[in-house]
């Protein structure tokens, strides 16, 4: 029983949360091609981190701890505000190690390009 609760906890991502465990949270937006917008922020492994554009795009991000291979689990969603009524979301998820890919979408209504990556904190 005790070694049950021992690896529900190490497996926890709060303890990556209690550890201090960080990443950093890229964000570019492009329109015709130009950079628009590129915020960066720093996000706590296992917790959603977030980030508004100023056209009205909501950005959210959430990494879980590494697996034994390295690996994470990320969740990026970007939410549309078109009005008051509506909005459109996009979600993608991918296990990836921390650093390496990214997360790419094009809003077909504006063409606006947007590149999320996320890596170590440094």
């Not at 049950?4 to 015709?32: Q, R």
């Not at 909501?58 to 990494?63: D, M, S, Y």
């Not at 970007?78 to 921390?98: C, G, I």
């Amino acid at each position: 029983m005790k070694k049950t609760i021992l690896a529900m906890l190490l497996s926890s991502p709060w303890l990556a949360y209690a550890c201090g465990d960080h990443v950093v949270v890229s964000v570019t937006e492009k329109t015709n091609g130009a950079v628009t917008a590129s915020p960066r922020f720093l996000a706590n492994v296992g917790e959603t981190a977030s980030v508004k554009l100023a056209d009205g795009v909501a950005v959210e991000a959430e990494t879980q701890a590494p697996e034994a291979d390295g690996r994470s689990w990320t969740k990026v969603r970007f939410t549309y505000l078109k009005t008051a009524d509506a909005s459109m979301v996009q979600e993608m998820n991918m296990r990836h190690k921390v650093g390496e890919g990214s997360f790419e979408f094009t809003d077909p209504g504006t063409q606006k390009h947007y590149t999320v990556s996320v890596g170590p904190e440094k």
